[in-house]
């Protein structure tokens, strides 16, 4: 399966602080999403960047969230005033064959 | 709005014995796409499995298959001679053809004792 890297696999920052996730997809994709898995809930789409805009947004991906691609091959993003409701998982993927999508291993964020 | 929903939070199997995970959704489009994911402990997301729409064979990879009823749409995955590895958050997951995102259902936990 090819393979999406994220880092780091962990953060842990506190309340009211900006974090910034990184993600490395599949090479020459330009599309990528990332996604959000509260423990213990389903996963959640959050945003698709193609070609370095926004191309679709979910109602949770709002003011405090930014996607950026500082350079040719990596994605970040970036949560601008951390809030305790944003610890979760957040995932990275980059679409496949047959409309699937593979996924990172994904960022564990605890915020306290 | 597309919904995902697996009735099932929590299965459990013998190992080498059969399993079937269900998953139904709710579409008012043609073209869309079907996929189970994996999440074993590590939290890493798997593809297992993915199913096209406008195909009417059932797709199988290796121990696990499909039963895919587009006019009930149903999406069940069946898990043949059930391996320890198997234990795992199981997601089905939709994607609308032509759409990027996909649509998760709730999850089910699965359990294999040996």
């Known amino acids: 399966e090819p393979e999406v890297t994220q880092t780091p696999s962990h953060q842990v920052t506190q309340m009211g602080q900006e974090v910034i996730l990184r993600c490395v997809p599949i090479?020459?994709?330009?599309?990528f999403y990332w996604y959000r898995q509260i423990l213990g809930q389903k996963v959640e789409f959050l945003v698709s960047?193609?070609?370095?805009?926004?191309?679709?947004k979910s109602e949770i991906f709002d003011d405090q969230f930014s996607v950026e691609r500082p350079d040719g091959s990596n994605f970040t993003l970036k949560i601008r005033s951390t809030k305790l409701e944003d610890s979760a998982m957040y995932f990275c993927?980059?679409?496949?064959?047959?409309?699937?999508?593979?996924f990172g291993q994904g960022t564990r964020l605890t915020v306290v | 709005a597309q919904t995902v929903t697996q009735s099932q939070p929590e299965m459990s199997v013998q190992e080498a014995e059969t399993v079937t995970l269900s998953c139904t959704y709710d579409?008012?489009?043609?073209?869309?796409?079907l996929f189970w994911y994996k999440q074993p402990p590590s939290r890493q997301m798997i593809l297992v499995i993915r199913?096209?729409?406008?195909?009417?064979q059932n797709a199988t990879e290796n121990r696990f298959s499909v039963n895919f009823q587009k006019a009930a749409k149903s999406f069940s995955l069946k898990i043949s001679d059930s391996q320890l590895g198997d234990a795992a958050m199981y997601f089905c997951?939709?994607?609308?053809?032509?759409?990027?995102?996909?649509?998760f259902g709730q999850g089910t936990r699965l359990t294999i004792n040996p």
């Open positions: 993927a980059s679409p496949g064959g047959d409309r699937a999508a593979f």
């Open positions: 090479s020459n994709h330009l599309y």
């Open positions: 579409t008012s489009e043609s073209d869309y796409y």
């Open positions: 199913q096209e729409a406008y195909k009417q």
């Open positions: 997951a939709y994607r609308m053809g032509g759409a990027q995102k996909l649509v």
């Open positions: 960047f193609y070609n370095n805009e926004i191309s679709e």
